[in-house]
């Protein structure tokens, strides 16, 4: 079949994994007989540089031309002292809204390798295997009002956390849904003993969930969940929440699998004017200034997030199942990044990957 890829390789060490999760996109199309057509694009700080601005106009015609894109990281150390709307941040939110991608799927797993690599004790992590569903288009990163107003004392910063009944209705169905096909139990996590926002989306999950009687459904405060995240991590599925509350413990679950550079993102469920899918696949990483430009990052988030995209956008499950089978060969040989306490290269582990795949 015919894979339309853009490729927004942005910052950072997101090129680096980028260029590695392509060549085993590149490997795939040709071991599968696939006609990959793969255009580049520009978002973030290297947009910035190029065009004076995160998101170009140029870029959102890419992406919604292409059947799916594949991104690395955002972020560059000279705009931290920028105001939110002059950072390449931005960008990615720009996009995400651009394309209404609202769920991100973002799995957390402990692969028999790495379990030495994870700071928590081995008998914690059997067993783990857990998708986070962060809601992506709204709440606090995408509230109004917000800004930096007034001056001397009375300098205010606001920003607003809201959601509607439909948002959070479409994401409890998205996660019901995926659980229905796992362990048939989602989790979510809320502030409800504080928060307005977090009482509604308690309500509405409660009245979804009957729509999923084979999924159970339980509640959990999200300062608990960060607490349960690292004391039993084994009891999660699927586990929902909104969207700052997932950027925050997203990262916390990477613990588990011994390095943030190991997790994979999807975000789905935005929809062309024409009615077609949108997917948006990223690692969950960032831009590592402090490791960019050594070659020593890992690219398995980014690769994983290749196989995510063949699975949901293309619905190639066979592909899909070679590039996560060849990374799992890869971790178990050793031939790791220094995250993991391996000494190779990202190309290295790139190529490792597409050896693997044979
Ligand atoms: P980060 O994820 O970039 O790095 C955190 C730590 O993890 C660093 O020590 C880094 O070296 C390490 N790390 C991250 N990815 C790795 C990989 N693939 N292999 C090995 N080690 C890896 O988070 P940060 O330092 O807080 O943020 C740096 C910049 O990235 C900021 O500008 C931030 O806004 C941006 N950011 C972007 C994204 C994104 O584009 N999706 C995500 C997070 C942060
Ligand atoms: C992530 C990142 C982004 C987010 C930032 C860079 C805007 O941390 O994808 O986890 O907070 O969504
Ligand atoms: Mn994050």
């Known amino acids: 079949m015919q894979l339309k890829v853009l490729a927004l390789p942005g910052d950072g060490i997101g090129v680096e994994v980028t260029a590695e999760g392509l060549r085993v996109l ?47 990281a955002f972020g560059l150390p000279e705009f931290d002292n920028a105001p939110p709307d002059k950072r390449p941040e931005r960008g990615l939110l720009g996009i995400r809204k651009s394309l209404g991608v609202f769920a991100n799927l973002r799995p957390v797993k402990a ?133 700052m509350f997932g950027d925050i413990l997203s990262d916390e679950g990477s613990v588990i699998t011994g390095s943030i550079g190991m997790l994979p993102s999807a975000s789905i469920g935005g929809q062309k004017p024409s009615g077609a899918w949108v997917g948006l696949y990223e690692p969950v990483h960032g831009s590592a200034p402090d490791i960019a430009g050594q070659g020593i990052a890992n690219p398995l988030g980014a690769i994983g997030s290749i196989a995510a995209m063949l699975e949901y956008s293309f619905g190639l499950l066979e592909e899909a199942a070679a590039v996560n089978a060849a990374m799992e060969a890869v971790l178990n040989s050793g031939n790791v990044t220094r995250d993991l306490k391996g000494t190779a290269t990202t190309v290295q582990v790139g190529q490792a990957v597409c050896e693997a795949i044979g």
């Open 111 to 243: 692969y028999d390798a790495l379990i030495e690599s994870s700071p928590l004790k081995n008998h914690l992590l059997t067993g783990v295997d857990m998708i986070i569903v962060r809601e992506l288009t709204g709440g606090l990163y995408y509230g109004t009002p917000r800004g930096i107003t007034g001056a001397g004392d009375e300098e205010r910063g606001t920003n607003t956390m809201t959601y509607t009944r439909a948002e959070i209705a479409r994401i409890t169905r998205m996660a019901f849904r995926l659980a229905a096909n796992r362990k048939k139990k989602v989790t979510s996590v809320d502030k409800s003993n504080v928060l307005e926002t977090s009482q509604l989306w308690r309500k509405v999950v409660e009245e979804i969930a009957p729509e999923f009687p084979d999924v159970k459904l339980e509640h959990l405060l999200v300062d608990n969940c960060a607490m349960q995240l690292v004391l039993k991590p084994a009891q999660f599925d699927v586990v929902l929440m909104e969207n």
């Open 26 to 72: 590149r490997h795939v199309a040709a071991k599968f007989k696939h006609d990959l057509v793969l255009s580049e694009g520009l978002l973030g700080g290297i947009a910035i540089h190029k065009t004076g601005t995160p998101f170009p106009a140029e870029t959102e015609r890419l992406a919604l031309e292409a059947d799916a894109t594949v991104m690395g």
